[in-house]
């Protein structure tokens, strides 16, 4: 069954440090691979998205993610975080052909100043 | 433009009761999914409409859930008799077919509590 990890269940950086949030998937082939953020009391936001092409992909907020078929790996990245990045971070699979998200268990990341 | 609509954002009901949310999708999104996301976990996909057709039900605990998509555009979905496992965020999300590849904008969720 298509599964998604997300080893981290909480993270804790310092404003202006970067940032690596990791994603494992279990899928027999590429699936499409998503990041969502989750803000307190807000619906999820879409990140960025892989679906062909080009293994680092560039998102909104000044995220990154980067796309390693041997690993199995979807890792989330931004450079210098800002207070403001603090929310929950969740990575999520579409298994080919199948219209449909499967998340992992989420990343909430807090930031201090 | 305006979002997923979601009503009511929060509702709380005693067991076996019954209980229904709302959905109103971005204006031309054919595609209408509900999730629950229970605490501290991700969302899990319940049903999928592609125009007013249940495309994916597989997920629906369907002896107490049901959920309809009239002419296409705004859903419902109801729990009735409610229990106290039900409790979760139930969230809403359109996308148009063929472009998202799964992905849809959420709308904010209902919270539901169950006593």
Redesign the interface.
Known sequence: AQS?TQPDIHITVSEGASLELRCNYSYGATP?L?W?VQSP??????LL?Y?SGDTLVQGIKGFEAEFKRSQSSFNLRKPSVHWSDAAEY?C?V?PGG?????????TRLAVHP | EAGVVQSPRYKIIEKKQPVAFWCNPISGHNTLYWYRQNLGQGPELLIRYENEEAVDDSQLPKDRFSAERLKGVDSTLKIQPAELGDSAVYLCASSLEGTSGGAGFFGPGTRLTVL
């Open positions: 998604v499409y998503f969502y009391g807000q619906g999820l936001q879409l998205k679906f969740f999520a579409a199948y219209n449909k998200l499967i998340f992992g268990a989420g």
